[in-house]
């Protein structure tokens, strides 16, 4: 028999007749008829409900879980903000309180978060495909999905999408978002927020209009090969510029440089080289709290002090020294946008701190730099360069005007699809790589590339793609009334003659008045009502009284007595709070006897002792600020709002409202009226 | 006899598939191995969820002598926790770093530094390092804004210890041994209505008209993310 036969034979005996043809067509019909419900029943989210399922079996409280339980597809849907998000089919246990100490994947319970699941589901932090029921589709991330899963690290930057301010429990996205604006990254790149207000930089570089009379060529040439080899904690970025690029920018920069229009105020002749003793300017760098701004790295590396001015490590090999005295005499006449406060200095003390300063040098840094004498051709090269690089954009340079649309939009940067992304070799292809490489290594991605390299550590870069991150259509396309926007600060000035000594001294560098200003000092706005008419004019003669334990403090300005009082007279009237009158405290009920059941109440019920000295010898908190001589600064009503209820009269303070009767406050006010102790501390 | 021959050859090629990993491994011969491992550096460190510990992991094999051995081979492990590297060979100091980047749950994570023992066996290592998720990073937050400047003994440049100023002393927010016993409901307590409330010193403010029921609870779970020894919540077994 050969197989012809034998394939005959077997199909008469499936085929044969029509009784046997229907009976297989039946059974091949119920055949793919069961495909679909069987593969349902082996679906990878019925495998893990079934595991789900045993495993609250073996819970205490198993009989609960398993008539909650509900079997088939769990969906949060929210349309409006195109969630629709089946994550809990498979992520069973994340509302269960009672299984927090399951650790098995992927029923543990999801941590704490001040939303509630179903508020906003789950891709809008996490990021993945909502809609998908496989744990590939959902968690992919690879080039193939529009959304792979966001990693832990970032995940900060999902608060940022509805959140566009400061929150506390995004220490790494508040972070990133000060980055951005201090690195100055809006001056190129337009990084808009989904409120649509843009994000603004925070700090003035340099104008560089009048350089010629600060600086050498040669130090703008070793400056831009590497700034932080000048200062560690230099903001400039690394352009990458060769030798005859950094000649020639350098060249053209000094060619620019045009002298600063009006008549400098110029220091007595001979007051420079009147600096002989070291000893005496450093006393004056530091009785003057310079260090408050400036920063300066120690022997060990470290850099101490502020960072509100540039680093001084290094000033000698930077600045002329004529240039240097002009400016410590009214820094505002070679830059009216500078920070820095006019100190009314004698002649002698300019002469004492230039020669200090001048001596903070680094003969290393200029020692191998000889460039040859500039001629036409540098310069012209030198402003192409310029042109080019956008260093207008942060800089004000004669003959170049900010580059406009210079750099690539930002704003939905975190949204990104990774299909039109070309990656660079070696790095990861994923979104938060492909930002945080091309920050780190901004050349990288080809040649023609432009952007500068800065210096980040890990944790910097990190935050600052955190907060690029938050940058994503769905916070654009967010209902309007879940964006909470930032808070913006106001232009406020203060007026009048006042006024203009204020911002002489550039009080708002360090002190916020009404939404305006620097956030290194207290807040200035109800100044008026927190201090007594007599002690304002003295402190500001001397301000080293207060706090003698920070190292940032108010610097001495040397004003004369009737600037002094032209700003006491002010501040006393203007910056007033409201309710702070006789309505709020009746001060003639703060007798002696008030006065010693506040004292009890100060050492023994409140223990007030433990963060404030109210007596040199036997008190020894530090926390708060000394209260020795409070009575002598503070008026009795500010002193009993305060009690009442600190975050009221100087929000976002460290004390603890205490929760007081109004007697208690009032008796405790009574103690404090009475602490004037002469001298605020006695060397502590 | 024909089939034999194809299934050999499939085995080895799906092997070969399978071995990429192991070939990287075995790239690490080992050229000698100690008999002890232990700490330089680097345990009971704290990070925010999925992200790297701050300071590096170092670990030392020595021999029982307790001399420095060079080219041991260490590898580490621990659930949810990325090492970078997996492996290596001891330097010739005896020291492997290797910096750990932990998972996304928030909470303690357990890693093991293991390391083969002359003469057979292994010997291991085993650091507690912490995950902080949202909460605890809230309370962290809190922490450092107000709790830390009488519960942390140790100052800084910018911030100095107000610790020994006070008596009786407050307890670090790390001293598992004593907060432990504490219940979530009487850290609340203290903090919310201040040291009076539970008979303990004045000197504890009440935080409850300052910070909100959500910042205390937040700072109770990063005093229990911090507590050394590791805090155990009730009835749960481990």
């Avoid at chain 1, 990254?185 to 009048?210: K, V």
């Avoid at chain 2, 092997?15 to 790239?27: D, L, N, P, T, V």
Wanted: glycine share 8%; aromatic share 8%; proline share 8%.
């Amino acid at each position: 028999m050969n197989w012809r036969d034998q394939l005959e034979k077997l199909r008469r005996l499936f085929f044969g007749d029509p009784a046997r043809r229907f009976a297989w067509a039946s059974l091949a019909l119920t055949v793919s008829l069961a495909i679909a419900p069987t593969k349902e029943f082996f679906n990878e989210w019925r495998h893990y409900q079934r595991q789900f399922f045993n495993l609250v079996t073996t819970r205490p409280n198993g009989d609960a879980l398993k008539r909650n339980f509900e079997s088939g597809i769990h969906q949060i849907w929210i349309p409006e903000q195109h969630v629709v998000d089946r994550c809990p089919t498979c992520h069973l246990g994340m509302k269960e309180a009672s299984l927090s100490d399951v650790r098995q994947r992927p029923f543990r319970v999801h941590p704490p978060i001040p939303h509630s699941l179903t508020e906003f589901g789950c891709v809008t932090c996490h990021r993945g495909q909502g809609a998908a029921t496989t744990v590939e589709e959902a968690h992919a991330s690879t080039k193939a999905w529009e959304q792979p899963l966001l990693p832990a690290r970032y995940l900060e930057a999902s608060c940022g999408q509805c959140h566009l301010g400061p929150l506390d429990g995004t220490p790494k996205l508040n972070l990133g978002r000060q980055l951005l604006a201090h690195y100055g990254c809006a001056r190129c790149h337009r990084i808009d927020q989904p409120d649509g207000s843009p994000l603004l930089p925070s700090d003035d570089s340099p104008p560089l209009g009048h350089i010629a009379e600060k600086t050498s060529r040669e130090w703008i040439f070793a400056w831009l090969k590497n700034p932080q080899a000048y200062a560690a904690s230099a903001t400039m970025p690394d352009f990458q510029f060769s030798d005859q690029q950094a000649a020639d920018v350098a060249s053209f920069l000094i060619a620019q440089s045009a002298p600063t229009p009006g008549t400098p105020v110029e220091p007595a002749a001979g007051a420079i080289k009147s600096a002989v003793d070291p000893a005496q300017g450093a006393s004056l760098y530091g009785t003057s709290f310079c260090a408050s701004c400036h920063a300066v790295q120690n022997a060990a590396g470290n850099i101490v002090g502020g960072d509100l001015g540039p680093e001084l490590t290094r000033i000698g090999s930077k600045v002329k020294p004529e240039w240097l005295a002009r400016w410590l005499k009214d820094p505002a006449h070679y830059d009216p946008r500078t920070q820095m406060p006019r100190y009314r200095f004698a002649d002698q003390q300019i002469g004492l701190l230039t020669g200090y300063l001048m001596n903070k040098k680094d003969d290393d840094f200029l020692a191998n730099v000889h460039l040859p004498p500039s001629d036409a051709a540098n310069v012209e090269r030198g402003q192409k360069l310029v042109a080019e690089y956008g260093c207008a954009a942060c800089h004000q340079i004669n003959g170049v005007g900010p580059p406009k649309n210079f750099a690539p939009d930002l704003s939905r940067i975190g949204s990104k699809p990774l299909a039109q992304i070309a990656f660079a070799p070696g790095m990861g292809e994923t979104l938060p790589e492909y930002i945080g490489g091309k920050i780190h290594e901004p050349r990288a991605g080809g040649s023609g590339l432009k952007m500068a390299k800065y210096t980040l550590t890990d944790a910097q870069l990190e935050a600052i793609t955190t907060a690029l991150l938050a940058q994503t259509d769905r916070a654009w396309n967010m209902p309007r009334e879940l964006i909470r926007p930032a808070a913006h600060s106001s232009d406020n000035q203060p007026g009048g003659e006042a006024g203009r000594l204020m911002t002489e001294l550039r009080c708002q560098s360090c002190h916020r008045i009404n939404g305006n200003g620097g956030d290194m000092a207290p807040d200035l706005t109800h100044e008026g009502s927190a201090v007594l008419a007599a002690w304002l004019p003295a402190f500001m003669n001397n301000p080293n009284t207060l706090r003698p334990a920070l190292i940032r403090r108010m610097p001495k300005f040397n004003l004369s007595a009737a600037d002094n009082k032209t700003i006491s007279d002010y501040i006393l009237s203007a910056y007033q709070a409201p309710g702070f009158d006789s309505l709020a405290l009746d001060a003639h009920s703060l007798d002696a006897a008030s006065a010693v059941r506040g004292m009890d109440l100060f050492y023994t019920k409140y223990a007030c002792q433990s963060c404030h000295i109210a007596d040199y010898k036997k008190d020894k908190g530090y926390i708060g600020p000394p209260l020795a001589a409070v009575g002598n600064r503070r008026p009795a009503v500010w002193l009993y709002k305060m009690l009442k209820d600190p975050q009221a009269v100087t929000p976002g303070t460290q004390m603890p409202n205490p929760g007081l009767t109004d007697a208690e406050a009032k008796d405790l006010t009574a103690f404090l009226v009475t602490l004037k102790a002469r001298e605020n501390g006695g060397g502590k | 006899m024909k089939r034999v021959n194809v299934i050999v050859a499939a085995v080895i090629l799906i092997s070969s598939g399978c071995s990429k990993k192991s070939g990287i491994e075995s790239a690490l011969q080992p050229k000698a191995s100690g008999s002890q491992i232990s700490e330089v550096s680097g345990g009971k460190q704290i990070t925010s969820v999925g992200s790297e510990l701050p300071q590096p992991v170092v670990v030392q094999v020595n021999d029982d002598k307790g001399t420095a051995v060079a080219g041991a081979l260490v590898s580490f492990h621990g659930d949810g926790t990325q090492f970078r590297p997996a492996q290596a060979l001891t330097d010739s100091s005896g020291q492997v770093t290797a910096t750990v980047r932990l998972g996304f749950a928030p909470g303690d994570y357990e890693m093991v530094a293991e390391t083969p023992k002359t003469g057979g066996g292994a010997t291991t290592l085993k650091l507690r390092q912490t995950a902080l998720g949202y909460e605890q990073t809230l309370g962290k937050q809190v922490n450092d804004g107000y709790c830390i400047r009488c519960h942390d003994p140790e100052s800084t440049t910018e911030r100095v210890s107000n610790f020994e100023n006070l008596t009786p002393s407050p307890h670090a927010f790390t001293d598992g041994a004593f907060f432990n016993s504490w219940s979530d409901a009487d850290l609340i307590m203290i903090i919310a209505e201040g040291g009076t409330a539970v008979k303990k010193s004045p000197a504890q403010p009440a935080f409850g008209k300052t910070l909100t029921p959500r910042q205390i609870k937040a700072v109770v779970a990063y005093m229990r993310a911090v507590a050394d020894l590791p805090y155990q919540p009730p009835g749960v077994k481990k």
